[in-house]
Every structure is written in C-alpha cells, then in structure tokens.
C-alpha cells in the first residue's frame, strides 16, 4: 500500500543543480496549509550546522508552515555568512510558499565547511514550490530531495484510529552517505495529521528519538546537522490529543521512527549486513544502551559479522569496554539465536552453522543478557566493508 | 646501535607449535638472575583474561624472578578452567628457570574463548628456558615472540647515566594483529637495571602509561589482555632511585614507552599513515584527551587520511562530539603544518599540496588548538584502510 501524506501537507522535490547527476533531487520543500505545531531534536555536537542553530531557536512552535531541506552542501563550519545564508533560504522559502518570513525551518546536508550556492537556491526555491502536491509520487521526489550517497529512500507511515478520528503519520528521513566524502548525517521529517500541543509534540518526539534515531549508529561519528522534526497540522481534530489516545499516537510515532531508523542502519556506507543488538537484564536503560553502542561501534565486531565470522570473544570484549559495571560471569550472548556465550563460559556450537546463518541472512541479531536487573535498549547498526572504507577513502572533498 | 639487555635480565623466545608457521615464535620467556621490583597495569575491559587477573593480583611486587609470554591464545572468557591454565602455566615457568613457584607473572595474547594448549605449552616452556640468554638475538627471538599478526617486531631501548651509575631501560610490545582474527591486543614488557622500590616503579610505570600506551589507538577496541609490566633488576645500584635521579630515569622510561606506543600504531592492522594528534589549549589534559581520542577513533577521519583528503570537517567535527565543551569559534586546525581553519572558520588553502604532502609522507600531523587553557594532549593512531577489513573480515575464527 502506498503511503500517504497526512492531511494539511504539500511536499516536493526538485534537482537544483546542487547535486551533479541531474536525475537526483536535492532540493525538499513541505509546505502546511496553515500554522502547524512543530518539535524538533538536534545532534549532540558542540559544532552545530548554521541550520541547527536556526531550527533549534524557532522550535518548538505552533507557528511553523513550511520546510526546506537541501542536500549536496551542509552549512556547517561556515561561520557568519552560513547563518545569513539560512536567514536567506527561509526568506525564499515564505516568500515561494506564501506564509509568514518567520513561520519557516530549514535543513541542510552534505559537505562540510563549504558556502551553499546561493543563486542556485534562489532559482530552486520558488521552482521546487510549483511543484508542492500530495501525491505518492510528491512524497517520493521530496524524500529523495534529501538524500545524498543513500542508495534508497526512506518514507515510513503509521495510520491510527483513535474514537472517531483517523490519524496518519508519515515519516521521510536520509542515513549516512555523501555527494562529496562526508559525515553521516542524519536528517528526519515526520507529519502527521494529529492535533498536539508545542510541549506534547517536544515531549513526545524526545522521547521516540531517545529509542529510534538515537539507538541508530553506521561509524559512530555524529554529524554536526543531524535534526528529527515532527509536523503536526491538527487535521485530524480540532482538540489536541491528550491521555490515552496521546500515548496511543505515541506509539505510532514510535513505529515510524523505529521503521525509519532501521532503515538509516540497513542502507549504511557499504552495508552488507542490518545488525540488531539488544541488551537485556540490565539495572538501567542507560547501561544496556552504553553496552549495545559500544558492540555496535566496534570495527572488529562489524568486521567480523561482513565476513559471516561468529566471532563473539569481539562481543563480549566491546561490552566489557563499554564503562558499565558488571560481572563477567553473569553474561551470556546468542547470535542468529544460537546460544555462543552463557554466564562467563563458552558454549560449544556449531560454528558452521551460525556462519552460513549470517551469510544468508541480511539481518543479524545480537542479543547480550546480563542479570543486574530488567532494563534493556535495541540499537541498530550495519556491518563495516571494504565498500565503506572505498566511499569515505577513494572520493576527495 | 643495538638495544642491550639491561644487566640482570636473560630473554628467549622460541616457536613451540601454537602458531601454525614454525618459523614463528610463539612462547617467550624473561628471567632474572636474583628477585626483581615488578610493576604491572592492566585493561580497563570489565572482561579481563585469566592472565591479567593472576598478574594483577601478583603486582607490585620486589620478588619477581621470571614472566612467561605465549601469543596464539588469549586465555580469556575461559571460565574456571583458564585460571587453572594460567596457574600450571606459572609453576611450569618457575620449574623450567628454577625461581620460586610465587614468583612468576603470565601475559597471553591470541584468540579469545579458547583454552590453552597446555600439551604444547608443557614441552615449549623448559625448551625455551634453555635458550635464555642475554644476547640481542636473544630479545629480538623474545620480542617476535609476543607478536600475533604485527608485521614487525618492537623493540625500545635507552640508556642514562645518573652520577656514577649507568641505566638500561629496554622494552619489548605487541600491537594490533592476530593469527586468526582478533583483538587489537597491547602487550608490553619493560625491563631495566635501575633500582626502584616497588611503589615507584608502580607510579612511574602508571604515569608514563597514561601518556604512551593509553594514547594509542587502532580500532579503539580495548582488549581484554592489554598488560605492561616493568620490571627492574636494581644491577645498577644497590640504592633505589629517588629525587631528580628518579625523575630523570622517568624521563627515560617514557622515551622507551613513546617509542613503542608509536610503533604500535604505526604497526596498525592495514596501516599506511602513522597518525599524531595533537590536541592543545585545553582546560585539563583530560579534555585535550578526550577530543584527540575522538579524533583518532573516527573511521570518517581515519579514511580520510588513507585516501590523502584534507577533509577538515570530519576532524572539527570527531572534537564536537567528543563530550568536551567548547565554543567551536575557538577551534583552529592544523593539517601537516598548514592552517585549514581558523577561530571556527574555513581558511583558504592549496587542497592539492596538502593531499600531495598526505601521499608522500607516512607520518600525517593533526593540530587542533582551542582558547580554553594550556593543557595538552599527544595520541597516536592509524589510517583505516581496506586491509583493515581485509584482516578483519576475510579470515575466519
């Protein structure tokens, strides 16, 4: 079934000669038919792009009416003129869409350190917004418009009935890739038709993002323009959703992001492999979460899972650097579901096996067991190959 | 010059049947003719092996007479049974040197998860007792020894002379490589004359680690067998060092420490560039340490590097998440001595010359200042390259 866009949306996406291959789109606009509720989550790094900064003042907001992502150029290390640049874009962007100057966000990925082109933008703005619709293929052209070396795009959508309101919510997003060799950069956008208030909206993405985007790594290097918003127009009902059905549009919201997020690991730099690693029996969420991230940061361990090698001594020593406390002889370990590791001891197995399993399957599930507690954390990752070190090594900036 | 062996020590190494090439040592064995000081430090992986555990709880010590070293096999997450391998590794060595059952230290390296190869181990130790010696044969068999997939053998030595006494320090490690695929496992073993109480070699040998093996990395994987242990014979005078004269010897110390941290990464698995990162201008040196580590550990920047691309913006950007706070308009960036960025914006450079100085030289320069105080920080690390993976995935446990 194809996905549809929430009530109150309007997207594109445009080639405005950002990119050099003229059949990729680079230029994304979303335009709300009227002031939409808008929550947005920014990376972590000290070094924040100039449309970070921009975002990050104007949310979250009930004011917001249109968005413009460009990809090819991220704006980041550019000083005073990459912010003017982004004061400019939203310029364009209300004028184009015809909402208020102030009602805009914006978006950038790509090089680092390089000025956006300009020109190109101020013809690209106002030529992407002819082509705002809803169709299925709008949605397409706008969820590539922001993609950069991602081998496919990525659009999610959740619908939910809650009384006698139909909720939609659509997500699109981009994983790690680059025109030029670059940083992974994440960017999210998700719609949606429900009616929240600015804090329900900040509240809810926060915490969505915590679990999904946040639990997504392909080489650990967060980028400086990574940014999640959530767009919702009220459509759905003129009340804002509150208690129980807001815990249920929570979980909708937690399903696009999931859907999305897995889909950042899966299409990684020269991923041949989708890794899950969850972590359970742990005393806090936070722990398993600083043990699954160390497994999947760790080369060795995504080296060994591309060459289908069920190396788990990788494993157990990622969660043992990973700065939790815990007992060695409490742990135990399966891969592709096959016992390797149990309570400190290895288990004999048949090696074969597990490796055919990961040679066949594109999905490898890690699952470490600890016994400090119930907490526990998925996090999602791909394997490291020749592939990624060919992109990030034999293209020059 | 050759290195000596400081006066006191007699080494060995010999191929004893754990590595599948017989014209590769595996077992290596140091003796001292009269009780040593020992000092020892260990991984900080929660998974620590059998042998770490056994000398952890030997050290410091003033009667240490002998270490035994395989490589091959790691003795760790081996449960119960690789304590009782280590143990009966240790009576072996004080039998086959005639020293005290309680005065032998154990380091393995190798594979993790599988037990030892006692049958091998009971014949190898006597045999390579016999060929102890103090000759530079001798330690460059006993330095090959210890090594797993190292391309080459690391061997420091220095030599000061403090009033009317002479001081060895000579030091032997292993870096990032296995026989099958593995942990990026450090060994190091320093040996001096000097005389030092137990609890200065223990201090002195903490604080030189802290700026030499631990601003090392390859893949930032810690291993669960990383050990150094120093020991000294005191033939240089029957007094301990104390005051400037054991300052000075610290100095020596580290020059021995820096020298072969540096030669393990430079040994790095796949490496082409030998990598320093220089972070200064810091409020505390943990701060300079924790964004060079960051620096060094992205496999964005690490690429980069093996592909000879001046991309400024993935280095600026491994600082920005690195946990250190920091305005970001403070950040300068040096590249083999050319300035790329500057008070936290991009400076005009000749991309082409830097990339031309980044294929020419092994050694590649990273400087990154900030404004936040004078401490500072020196890391080194490698290149990642496809022979990285190669290593790492093609090759089965």
Chains 1, 2 share one sequence.
């Not at 364009?92 to 909402?99: D, E, F, K, R, S």
């Not at 979460?289 to 060795?300: C, G, H, Q, T």
């Not at 002889?329 to 004999?348: D, I, R």
Request: include cysteine; glycine fraction near 10%.
């Amino acid at each position: 079934m194809e996905i549809q866009l929430p009530r109150g949306f309007y997207v594109a996406g445009l080639h405005c000669g950002m990119k050099g291959n003229p059949t990729r789109e680079d230029l994304t606009l979303m335009k709300c038919g009227a002031p939409a509720v808008a929550a947005g989550v920014y990376t972590q790094n000290r070094v924040r792009a100039a449309p970070v900064e921009f975002c990050a003042r104007r949310t979250p907001s009930n004011q917001i009416q249109a968005v413009v992502v460009n990809s090819g150029c991220a704006n980041a290390c550019t000083g005073d003129q990459g912010d003017r640049d982004t004061e400019q874009m939203a310029r364009w962007t209300a004028q184009a869409c015809g909402v208020a100057h102030d009602s805009v966000l914006v978006m950038s990925t790509g090089i680092i350190g390089e000025l956006l082109p300009m020109e190109k933008l101020q013809a690209g703005i106002p030529a992407t917004a002819e082509h705002l619709a809803t169709d299925n293929a709008a949605l397409v052209a706008a969820a590539r418009g922001i993609l950069t070396t991602d081998t496919v795009h990525k659009i999610a959508g959740h619908t939910l009935t809650l009384g006698n309101q139909t909720i939609s919510i659509t997500g699109i997003a981009k994983g790690s890739g680059m025109i030029g060799p670059n940083m992974a950069t994440m960017l999210g956008l998700v719609m949606t038709d429900a009616s929240l208030t600015p804090e329900d909206a900040q509240r809810l993405l926060g915490d969505v993002t915590t679990e999904t985007f946040n639990c997504v790594s392909v080489d650990g290097h967060t980028s400086t323009n990574d940014t999640v918003l959530l767009l919702a127009s009220g459509k759905a009902s003129p009340q804002p959703l509150a208690g129980d059905e807001l815990e249920e549009f929570r979980k909708g919201l937690f399903a696009v992001c999931e859907q999305l997020a897995k889909a950042i690991a899966d299409d990684g730099e020269g991923a041949t492999h989708l890794i899950t690693v969850d972590v359970v029996g742990c005393a806090s969420r936070q722990d398993a979460f600083e043990i699954a991230k160390a497994v999947a940061n760790s080369p060795l361990v995504k080296t060994a899972i591309a060459g289908h090698d069920p190396n788990w001594g990788r494993i157990v020593s990622a969660a043992g650097y990973s700065g939790v406390q815990f007992a060695p002889a409490e742990v135990s370990l399966l891969l592709n579901e096959t016992l390797l590791y149990e309570g400190g001891q290895p288990v004999s197995f048949n090696a074969v096996k597990v490796s055919e399993s990961m040679r066949d399957q594109r999905d490898t599930q890690i699952v470490l067991k600890f016994r400090s507690g119930d907490q526990q954390c998925r996090f999602w990752t791909c394997d490291l190959t020749n592939e990624y070190v060919h992109i990030n090594a034999d293209y020059h900036t």
